[in-house]
């Protein structure tokens, strides 16, 4: 067993965590969160640090990164804040899809701005009844001989609305067949005639915004279909142990972010004439918490080895999208606590943990939805 | 065994007398309700109707932040003038003279109508009213007490500051003594309501060489003298019920000291004792909260059906209950004529772990719309509450001060070395 990063893994981790410090430390991302920005510069620059071509393969133009070292990234990255964790695997996840999915045409076409991070990519499968249960949803397209035509409604679609986003829509083209089996996906770039698009008041995650989106007779044409038609649902799977995964290391990167930030008030802050956290009462929860942040992280970079040792893994992967997420929002809970009157000002960057930590265990699957999965890989099938 | 003397206590004609009493004290009280307020539409009809809010810390519109004290002022001064605002004050002081079961019986009584909230009043009716009616001068008395508990005046908590939170008594705003006058410098925080406040119960330095404890004196005062700023903070909430005070060389006359100099300590402690013990009512909204709880699992579609979740609602429930009672409990005490004491950090800590999981449940079972606004009636309005927690789990005294409280006041155990 090998617990060590390798020289190139370590370098790469303290280039993102400088590049974190410069460019996007947590008081600019909770600033960001709270005037509803989305910081396109450090979107450039993170292009040119390679990041958006890393998942790529090297044959292809791309950094050939392994799941390991994009999970590294990510966990970075979301030292400043999930939702600038979330801005980055948000765009390459589905991008993936593509590359993998696509036709010779079409990854051709969408390569230049794949590799650069050109494209924000919105991946839009709930609806307002179609959630944890994906495979029920309704929007549909119909088949119009070179175009489809879409209609119906999609919810929690996060970054549609920034501009020239591109929604990768599942919808429904065959409704006869059973539910799993008639699904496609679409790529309909957000300006389109027909799309209307709904910002959704949330806590927080505002950097990219959360939507719903209305789509009203819009002609997508058909050379925008990835994959086979009504064969999606494969293609919304697969994906999906390597979202948890890489999800996972960067709540584990905001979770660790969350404890540094309270253990060095607890050393700076004095109360009774000693700092607080030479109170037993805080001592001990935070020691708890590292231990939890530590053994998060490995179940993070397990599913992440596992990926690239080509062995399955989705009951893992929920395991760590699990912990991790459920880890950050006891990392926060114990940081409002540290912090006392002074996190529950708006000032404090541990506000901002807060709110954003509350969305954790829904968005990317709930954690009811991680337990069934792993309570199934158990011979427990729940309903 | 002895029969019971007539006339005596424990003689039942006498018991008798008194709940006939207490019955009409009732029956009039209902007539003002009924003539003033309309009844709490019942749970089952509840939902969808009327203002979903769950937290008092909620942002709201200044609209809105308008209406939420005037529609508060407009009904204490009802109450107060119908007899049924400050049912056991002496009458003296426009008080009712009445008994803690005349309070209670009202209190009862008007969990039954959809009264406005109050809660702009909590703390100064709760800490700051009785403070001065304890420690103040009487002309100080007779110029706040009354018109507080008929709303016309809001009273603050001027007790936190930057660098003493946990440890009050580490508090460094200084009182310095100036002939008749005290002239008042420092900083105060996290100050509920000051922006409303016309009166302020404020603790300040008043002896730097004495041991932390026994240099510190007690005052009211007036929030409107020269020299105070009062600048609105912002909650995690979004809302903006508290505040920094600044006092820049604010004088303020003698008269206005509560209890005497460099005792304020003591003061403190009382008024400590009394916010303690606002968790034996319902100043946390556990109630409130359990019961939209409770109602949103009996909708069809919001997984009141869930195995995990109707665990987690029954432990709910028996936490509230549990509170509930031990409250009774405590009510019990306060009659038997004992104050309030260390063992009511208890229900502190017990309101707010209780709330803590009520808003973790309500977040399950919502799943996005507690966080995100679909504009669904009683959903994202949870949103509130699960930011509202983390603050009540500090204010008043952190859940880590409470079980100190209780580790060494009430179980005796040794201090932390
Ligand atoms: C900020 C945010 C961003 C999002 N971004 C996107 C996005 O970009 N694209 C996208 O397609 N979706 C996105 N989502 C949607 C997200 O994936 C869904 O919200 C999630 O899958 C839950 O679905 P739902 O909202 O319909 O809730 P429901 O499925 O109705 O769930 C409600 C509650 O019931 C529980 N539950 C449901 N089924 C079961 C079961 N079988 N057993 C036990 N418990 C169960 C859930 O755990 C949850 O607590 C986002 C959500 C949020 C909050
Ligand atoms: C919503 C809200 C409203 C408030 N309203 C008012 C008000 O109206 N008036 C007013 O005067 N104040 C008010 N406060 C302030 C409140 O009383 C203080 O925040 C609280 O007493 C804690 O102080 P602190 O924030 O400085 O935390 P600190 O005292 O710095 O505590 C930081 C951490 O150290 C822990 N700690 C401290 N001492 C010990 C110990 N001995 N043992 C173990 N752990 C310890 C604490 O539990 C906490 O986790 C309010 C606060 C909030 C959040």
């Known amino acids: 067993m090998q617990f060590a990063l390798s020289e190139e893994q370590t370098l790469l981790q303290d280039t993102a965590r400088a590049f974190v410090d410069k460019h996007c430390p947590p008081e600019l991302a909770k600033e960001w969160d709270e005037t509803d920005h989305f910081p396109w510069p450090l979107w450039k620059r993170m292009a040119e640090m390679g990041w958006f071509a890393l998942p790529y393969p090297e044959t292809w133009g791309g950094g050939g990164g392994s799941p390991l070292e994009i999970c590294l990234i990510a966990e970075a990255l979301a030292r400043a ?12 996840i589905p991008g993936l899809t593509i590359h993998r999915y696509g036709n010779d045409e079409q990854r051709e076409r969408f390569k230049p701005g794949l590799l650069e991070g050109e494209y924000r990519i919105a ?27 879409v209609n119906g409604q999609k919810a929690w679609c996060t970054g549609a609305g920034l501009p020239g986003a591109l929604i990768a829509a599942y919808v429904r083209t065959d409704p006869a067949a059973p539910k799993h089996r008639g699904i496609s996906l679409l790529l309909i770039p957000n300006d389109l005639e027909g799309v209307q698009i709904r910002r959704t008041p949330t806590l927080a995650r505002h950097l990219l915004g959360t939507n719903e989106v209305f789509f009203d007779n819009v002609s997508v044409p058909k050379e925008n279909l990835i994959g086979p038609i009504h064969g999606a649902f494969s293609l919304l799977m697969s994906g999906l142990d390597m979202e948890k995964t890489v999800m996972a290391a960067a709540y584990t990167g905001v979770a660790q972010s969350t404890m540094d930030e309270m253990l060095a008030y607890s050393k700076q802050r004095s109360q009774f004439d000693r700092p607080i956290g030479t109170f037993q009462a805080l001592a001990h929860p935070m020691a708890d918490l590292q231990t939890e942040i530590d053994a998060a992280r490995l179940l993070a970079y397990r599913a992440a080895w596992m990926i690239s040792a080509g062995q399955p893994c989705t009951r893992e992967a ?15 809970r114990l940081g409002m606590q540290v912090l006392a009157g002074h996190g ?5 960057v541990m506000s901002f943990r807060w709110r954003e930590s509350i969305v954790a265990t829904i968005s990317g699957g709930t954690s009811q939805i991680q337990r069934n999965a792993v309570a199934k890989s158990m011979g427990l099938t729940t309903y | 065994m002895t029969a019971t003397e007539v006339g005596t206590p424990g003689d039942p004609s006498l018991d008798l007398d008194l709940d006939r009493e207490l ?22 009809a509840a939902w969808g109707v009327g203002d979903d809010t769950m937290s008092s810390y909620a942002k709201r519109s200044p609209a809105a932040e308008h209406d939420r004290i005037e529609r508060a002022r407009w009904w204490k001064r009802l109450e107060f003038d119908a007899g049924y605002g400050w049912i056991t004050g002496p009458t003296e002081l426009g008080g009712g003279g009445r008994t803690a079961d005349h309070l209670r019986r009202y209190g009862e009584l008007r969990a039954a109508y959809a009264v406005p909230s109050t809660n702009v009043y909590t703390i100064s009716l709760g800490m700051v009213a009785p403070a001065i009616l304890q420690h103040g001068q009487p002309q100080i008395v007779r110029k706040y007490v009354t018109a507080m508990h008929r709303g016309d005046l809001i009273g603050c908590q001027l007790f936190s500051e930057p660098g003493a939170g946990s440890d009050v008594a580490g508090l460094s705003t200084r009182a310095v003594r100036d002939g008749d006058e005290w002239v008042i410098n420092g900083q105060k925080v996290w100050t509920s309501e000051a922006h409303h406040a016309d009166v302020g119960l404020l603790l300040a330095r008043s002896n730097v060489d004495a041991p932390k404890h026994q240099g510190i004196t007690a005052f009211a005062i007036p929030m409107s003298l020269t020299g105070i700023d009062v600048r609105p903070l912002t909650m995690m909430t979004g809302g903006t019920e508290f505040n920094e005070v600044f006092f820049d060389d604010v004088r303020l006359p003698d008269s206005y000291r509560l209890g005497a100099v460099d005792a304020g300590w003591g003061v403190a402690i009382s008024v400590l004792m009394n916010e303690r013990a606002l968790g034996t009512g319902d100043a946390f909204g556990l109630g409130r909260a359990v019961e939209r709880l409770r109602m949103m699992a009996s909708m069809p579609g919001l997984r009141g059906d869930d195995p995990v979740i109707r665990q987690q609602l029954a432990r709910i429930i028996t936490n509230a209950a549990c509170i509930r009672y031990q409250a009774l409990a405590a009510d019990g005490r306060r009659k038997a004529g004992l104050p309030p004491g260390p063992a009511e950090s208890v229900f502190k800590l017990a309101n707010t772990e209780a709330l803590r999981l009520v808003a ?9 719309s507690a966080v995100a606004d679909t504009g669904e009636w009683g959903t994202y309005a949870w949103g509130d509450l699960i930011l509202t927690v983390p603050g009540m789990r500090v204010a008043g005294g952190t859940d880590e001060v409470m079980r100190n409280i209780l580790a060494e006041r009430v179980l005796g155990l040794p201090k932390e070395p």
Do not use: N, W
């Open chain 1, 344 to 348: 529950f000002a708006t000032e404090s």
């Open chain 1, 123 to 149: 991946v839009a499968i709930s609806e307002p009844d179609a959630g944890s249960d994906a495979a029920a949803l309704r929007c549909a397209a119909t088949d119009e001989g070179d175009h489809f035509v």
């Open chain 1, 318 to 332: 929920a395991m760590a999208k699990l912990k991790c997420s459920e880890t950050y929002v006891a990392a926060a």
């Open chain 2, 23 to 44: 019955d009409s004290f009732e029956d009039q009280a209902r007539e003002f309700l009924e003539a003033h307020v309309p009844r709490t539409a019942p749970a089952t």
């Open chain 1, 81 to 92: 804040s999930l939702d600038v964790a979330m801005a980055y695997v948000g765009t390459f």
């Open chain 2, 360 to 368: 973790q449940v309500a977040g399950e079972m919502l799943g996005p």
